[in-house]
Every structure is written in structure tokens, then in C-alpha cells.
């Protein structure tokens, strides 16, 4: 049976007909979908597109990540492995999927560094995707084959002034091949770039000597060298590793323009709603404050950093300028 409306004994119909119009006014907007998808976000499981190979040092600390947010957000994420093309694949994907905050991507530094090499993706990591929050600082480890007979930085630079060289990456725009373009300027030697697709088999020919070094990514370098199969000359952050603490930085060996960090974040598209992006920033800055995740992440060679999510945004900014510069400095495309 319907329910009645009373009116109060102290006011006409007449004037009790607006109060009700303006009363189911404001329900309606208190149930309007906006309202509703604000209220209950998120309702479904999110995922998050790793434009990278499993196993990669941004996969796994997207992974470490993505293990805590279930708690915050109260549904599951998973994490979709989108390899190809220095990110270009993932993030188109990325930039295909809707503005609801439901997909997310990670976004490394080498993306940002070869923005310019990649016209065809028509995304502006700058205007299109907004930064959730930096989850990771990186650096790499200048390595050559044990059975060289190089020992140090200055003994790789004479090396290479005697006979032709060569470095191995995983492709073009890769860290490992800007870090090793900018070995070359820092010390004025050539050796030939060697891009390969499987990441295993280039270490495995630095390690064998059938090329002569790399800069390879810490959590990659660390445990070969440990294991002997690798030698450290140089690690490329401001500090050094703490698992190699015989190794000097390229600062101290005065070469300061070898000096770089990788990263990686959390990132969605630029158009996802603000409140759905706030809640993301500051879940994402809660599950970087647990002790777990970051001891986690240390023990991948990972630096934990410190700013906040609008630091994290200009790092894309800066990063994906100077990218684009050194591109052009240094004459690198893609063949």
C-alpha cells in the first residue's frame, strides 16, 4: 500500500507543493549516475597494463604494488603484461581503454626517453595520462665479461681505443641502449650497437665476451655479478649500490654525464575523473608507506622515492622533454 504524505497542520498545500518539488529535485541528483559511480568506485576488479616483458624490473615493482592495493581499494587488481615496442604497445592500449580509473598503466622512464622515436601511438604522455604515483627510483650497472681482462672504467676506455667494441641492449630506446650511447659521449669511444630480443641471450654473449659490455639494469646486473658471471665497473645512480659497495659511481670516476636514474609509476588516462584519481594517488601513496612493500622493493634494487604525486608528474614532464631532445642530439631511429 502506497505510503502517505502528510502535511503539517501549520502549512497549506500551496505551500508544501514547491518544498516537494524542490526535495525530489535533490533525490534525483543524490541517485544521479555520476553520484552513484563516485559513491561505489570501484565496483570491479582493476587492471593494470605493464607495457613490458614479465620479469622486468617495472613489472615487479608494478606486482608488489598491485599485491597491496586490493586491501585499499576492496576489489582485485590484476596486472596485464603488454610488451613491444619500448611501451608503445601497452600504452596504446592504455590510451584505447575508458576513463574510469578500471585499467591503469605503468609508465618507465624509458617510454618518456623515446617518446619522439614513436609518432605513430599520437600519445602525449604529457597531456594525455596523468601520473597516480612514482613507484620505484632505478639505476643501472656498467658490465663487461669477466674474461675480458678489463678492470675498471679507464681500462674498458683503452680497451676501446685499440679495437672495435660493441654493447648489448634489449632494443633500441631501451635504457641499456641510451646509457650505453651516453658511455660512448662521456669517454669519446664507438662501439657498435647490438639490439637483441631475447634479454637473457644478451647477457649471456657480455657474459661469454662476445660483446663487450652493457648497462644493465641493477636488478638484472646485481646477481650475475654476485655469481661471478658479470664484473661491476661503474653503477650509474648518485649513490652506490649497497650490494655492490666496491663499485663506484660514475660520479666519483668523473664521469658525470653517465650519471642517470630510471623510474616507474602508476599512471591513467588524463580524462579519468578527478575524484577517481585522488583515490587512486592517495591509495597508491599508502601502499608505498607499508614497511612490506617497501622492503620488498629494495630487495629488487630499488630505490623508494620520496616525492609527491605532482613531483611524479613534472619527472614525466621533464623526462619526456629531455627525451626528446637527446633523441635528437644523437641522431637515434629506428631502422
Known sequence: MPAKIRFHAGLSRRHCLPLLGSLFALSLCAWSPAAVAQEKYPTRT????????????????????????PELLKQ????????????????????????????LGALHFARTAVASLFPQLKLDLTKDLVGLGQIEWGHNVLVVSPSLGVGSVQELVEYLKRQPGSFASSGVGSPAHLTGVMFQRATGTQATHTPYNQFGQAIGDVATGRVTFMVLAAPAAVPQVLGGKLKALAVTGPVRNPNLPGVATVSELKLPEMQSRTWSGLVARADTPKDVVERLSRDIAAVMAMPEVREALTKQQAEIPTGTVDQFRELIRRDTEAGVAFVRANGIRLD
Open 46 to 69: 582493476v587492471r593494470i597494463i605493464v607495457p613490458w616483458a614479465a620479469g622486468t624490473p617495472p613489472d615487479v615493482a608494478a606486482r608488489v604494488v598491485a599485491g597491496k592495493l
Open 76 to 103: 582485485t587488481v590484476v596486472v596485464e603484461n603488454r610488451p613491444g615496442a619500448s611501451g608503445t604497445i601497452g600504452l596504446g592500449e592504455l590510451a584505447r581503454s575508458p576513463a574510469d580509473g578500471y585499467t
